[in-house]
């Protein structure tokens, strides 16, 4: 099994700012994939991030909007940036071992 | 059209009922994960499944890929139960994973 730690686990932020959502996973992991749940949505694929390149970005996401990092095969982070109350959703990370799916706790953001 | 639909959307069970949550999908997949989501938002994975059954206590989900259909079963329903259940496919290579609505089950006592 793997154990995901994804802060925080909610805010609520002004229009305009930014907010950085951290992952950390208990041992290394090749990729790691970010999604976004709308309200009563089911989930969607931001992107997928590697470890020493650049995330890959699903259609509709940009990396000016949402820029990702991933410095380490056990941590990645997330930036929903300039945001507006659209962005209000849970956020989640997500990694694959042994072809069984681990997600992270989800960040509620609401922005007003 | 999606590539995953479930249904039903929604489902009210009395406790102890039998409980059947169906997945239907239109891509060639690979695996096909059943997962549960609580009010907090947390996901919790059940099952993966690439072909025939698996059982897990109370739960049990079959696959039929030629008929590209999944269910998802839990016998004895609880309170407990109550989540949001979600179907999830598996396609190519980069394990990236196209999920379905998800059915909210409320199991009353």
């Known amino acids: 099994s793997a154990v995901i730690s994804q802060k925080p686990s909610r805010d609520i932020c002004q229009r305009g700012t930014s907010l950085t959502i951290q992952c950390q996973v208990d041992?290394?992991?090749?990729?790691m994939f970010w999604y976004r749940q709308q309200p009563g949505q089911s989930l969607t694929l931001i992107a997928t991030?590697?470890?020493?390149?650049?995330?890959?970005?699903e259609s509709g996401f940009v990396i000016d909007k949402f820029p990702i990092s991933r410095p380490n095969l056990t941590f990645s982070t997330l930036t929903v940036s300039n945001m507006s109350p659209e962005d209000s959703s849970i956020y989640l990370c997500?990694?694959?071992?042994?072809?069984?799916?681990?997600f992270g706790q989800g960040t509620r953001l609401t922005v007003v | 059209k999606n590539e995953v639909e479930q249904s039903p959307q929604n489902l009210t069970a009395q406790e102890g009922e039998f409980i059947t949550i169906n997945c239907s999908y239109s891509?060639?997949?690979?695996?096909l994960h059943w997962l549960q989501q609580h009010p907090g938002g947390g996901i919790v994975s059940l099952f993966m499944?690439?072909?025939g059954k698996k059982k897990h206590g109370r739960l049990i989900a079959t696959i039929n890929i030629q008929e590209k259909h999944s269910s998802l079963h839990i016998t004895a329903s609880h309170p407990r139960d109550s989540a949001v259940y979600i179907c999830?496919?598996?396609?190519?290579?980069?394990?990236?994973?196209?999920f379905g609505t998800g059915t909210r089950l409320q199991v009353t006592l």
């Open positions: 997500s990694v694959e071992r042994g072809r069984e799916a681990f």
């Open positions: 041992s290394q992991v090749t990729m």
């Open positions: 991030a590697n470890q020493g390149s650049e995330a890959t970005y």
């Open positions: 891509v060639g997949i690979s695996a």
């Open positions: 499944l690439s072909s």
């Open positions: 999830a496919v598996e396609a190519g290579t980069a394990s990236k994973l196209t």
